[in-house]
């Protein structure tokens, strides 16, 4: 892990809001996010379920469902170009070659009638102009580059013909197939079993590092986090409520939900106990108030928890949205 | 040298490669029923008398005899050479009718589910206003003002009617394929509008209208028939299994096999559509039935 991020930002997010539609209006899903992601580093956002994760990704992808959602502000710039601001035309033109997803269900992110080449190649067909040859050559190369064995044939089969973590490859291919500066994998190894999680993580580090990608990965698997992030973003109801780099985030959380979160990883000195879980549930995000959300949770929480936190830096490039930051001394390590 | 030779196994077979034998199979009864509403003369005079408009009122509802397996018709005239030739007008309404509303269902329903909307709003009215209006009076007031009863104009009043429930079907098909990762994905990465409607959304919701579309050939036929009835539909001399159905409800209690002759027809003819629909489905949709192995 690198020292600190250097350069400008390949792709930078300020004051993202995404709203889903429910019966009781727009809920707001992601309220006033910032954050920024820069060439070969990696940015794990974490959260639990419902926290916003999912609907940040796919509002930079702009794959949010057509209907139920929309993003009534915010900025999502590449190089500096706001992405949100632009005609969907130039959008389209900019988007594919600039950043690539990685969906959480491969099966649901193929369309189950093409073969794999096909799909994979296509995006350089549609912004290169590449011939089906020349885009069947792509798709081929770059299927042996994410280790499915055999490419040539691969490429004719169909999606349901390979296994879950197969099929993830071929995901991973798909994106790959523009070059992208920015990857963003949304939970990639959530469904599939732990031995090939190993599997499709190291395949993402290594090709993150080969072509010095900027890696935003969503988890909520701690463990993960751990090994992969350069940076830590904890989201919590939609908002940031920490961060920073990733030693320091997870090594001495300045905020009551991420010391929390990392409380409940269960380990070895809890056997025979019960684990330690955060009381409560997460709001409704109908509902939420101004104030801090963690608030009905929080431990720490006082009246000042109702005024909306400001960020605290606590060191430079670290900020923890939280009143009580300064109330004491960063916490000993939770996690080894 | 002679090391352990591993032994592959036989590739499963690409159901997309070479020649789709098991589609030629499946739509061979329906080339069959093709080539006799071409040329119908061979089949018609298989049993030796095959002019249908040569009759004898002599024979009239007279049953089968040597020469003549389905018997005669009111006018006397031979059964079999009639309802031989009525497949050229029968199957001739039926695919025109079913082709017709098949492309403006995927058109339309594919339309209205991508881009939603005014677009969905104005195709989703128009469908609503010709669901309201009674179909079968709309068909007969304008087969009567036009006056004139060919197949092209009885195809087209058909149609005219019977396009909205195929639609809504394939919109709601196509809603559900839109909002699928795939299809975000690929508009996501830059694919145009265009593109992502006819190589993701239908391809992967087109089977639902495809089976009603197999189905339909049949209702369109017997629906042919029921404009017969009414007087607006083809009339004799003209032959069809309509105007034949339609001749025999009269008297089918004494003479069944008026009714049988042409309903036996029709019967093998929408089986066969149907056969053929299910084996398009199948080859679409690679995942699907027993075609992938």
């Known amino acids: 892990m690198n020292a600190s991020p250097t350069g400008d930002p390949v792709l930078s997010v300020r004051d993202l809001c995404v709203e889903f539609r429910t019966p009781q209006g727009w809920a707001p899903a992601v309220s006033g996010l910032d954050f920024d992601l820069y060439a070969n580093r990696t940015l794990a956002v974490l959260g639990e379920s419902g926290s916003g994760k999912s609907a940040t990704a796919r509002a930079i992808m702009g794959v949010l469902p057509a209907n139920g959602a929309r993003v009534p502000r915010g900025r999502v710039a590449v190089h500096g170009a706001d992405l949100l601001a632009m005609r969907p035309a130039r959008r389209r033109a900019i988007r594919g070659p600039v950043v690539g997803m990685v969906f959480q269900d491969a099966q649901a992110a193929l369309n189950p009638v093409l073969p794999v080449g096909y799909q994979i190649a296509e995006g350089c067909r549609v912004h290169r102009g590449l011939s089906r040859r020349a885009a069947r050559a792509r798709a081929v190369d770059l299927l042996g580059q994410v280790g499915i064995p055999r490419p040539a044939r691969a490429a004719s089969r169909f999606p349901h013909q390979f296994s879950g973590g197969m099929r993830q490859r071929v995901m991973i291919a798909a994106t790959l197939a523009l070059d992208p500066e920015v990857l963003i994998a949304d939970e990639p190894t959530t469904a599939l079993d732990v031995t090939v999680q190993a599997q499709i993580l190291r395949l993402l580090l290594d090709l993150q590092q080969e072509r010095g990608m900027s890696l935003m990965f969503i988890t909520h698997d701690m463990g993960v986090v751990a090994t992969v992030a350069d940076e830590v973003l904890v989201m919590y109801a939609g908002r940031s409520a920490e961060y920073g780099p990733a030693d320091t985030v997870l090594g001495a959380p300045g905020h009551p939900y991420t010391k929390a979160l990392l409380a409940s990883i269960p380990r070895p000195e809890h056997r025979g106990q019960d684990l330690p879980a955060i009381g409560g549930q997460p709001p409704e995000l109908t509902q939420l108030g101004t104030g801090c959300a963690f608030r009905p949770r929080c431990p720490k929480a006082t009246d000042i928890c109702r005024v909306a936190p400001p960020a605290v830096p606590l060191q430079a490039g670290r900020h923890v949205w939280c009143h009580h930051t300064g109330d004491r001394p960063a916490e000993p390590a939770l996690v080894s | ?293």
């Open chain 2, 1 to 293: 040298m002679s090391a352990a030779v591993e032994q592959v196994p036989a590739r499963a077979r690409d159901t997309r490669r070479g020649v789709p034998w098991r589609l030629v199979l499946h739509a061979l009864p329906v080339l069959v029923i093709l080539a006799v509403a071409i040329a119908p003369e061979p089949l018609a005079g298989a049993f030796g008398n095959g002019d249908p408009h040569r009759c004898n009122l002599g024979n009239s509802r007279g049953g089968a005899r040597n020469g003549h397996p389905f018997g005669f018709d009111e006018q006397g005239c031979d059964l079999w050479a009639n309802v031989v030739h009525g497949t050229r007008s029968s199957v001739l309404i039926g695919l025109l009718v079913t082709a017709a509303i098949f492309v403006i269902a995927v058109l339309l329903g594919t339309l209205a589910a991508y881009y939603r909307g005014w677009v969905d709003t104005l195709i989703s009215r128009v469908m609503d206003i010709v669901f309201g209006f009674p179909a079968l009076v709309g068909m007969v007031i304008v087969l009567t003002m036009l006056g004139q009863r060919s197949v092209c104009t009885v195809s087209a009043v058909l149609a005219l009617f019977s396009w909205p429930p195929m639609t809504r079907i394939m919109r709601g098909s196509a809603l559900a394929v839109a909002d699928r990762d795939f299809v975000r994905a690929a508009s996501g990465y830059g694919a145009a509008g265009l593109r992502v409607m006819v190589r993701h959304v239908v391809p992967n919701s087109i089977a639902p209208v495809l089976v009603l579309a197999s189905l339909a050939v049949g209702s369109v036929i017997t629906a042919e028939s029921a404009l017969t009835f009414l007087g607006v539909g083809l009339r004799q001399p003209a032959i069809s299994w309509g105007v034949q159905l339609n001749a025999a409800q009269l008297t089918f209690r004494q003479h069944p096999h008026l009714l049988l002759a042409p309903a036996l027809f029709l019967s093998i003819t929408v089986l066969s559509f149907v056969q053929l629909g299910e084996a398009i489905r199948r080859r679409l949709h690679p995942t699907h039935g027993r075609s992938v192995r």
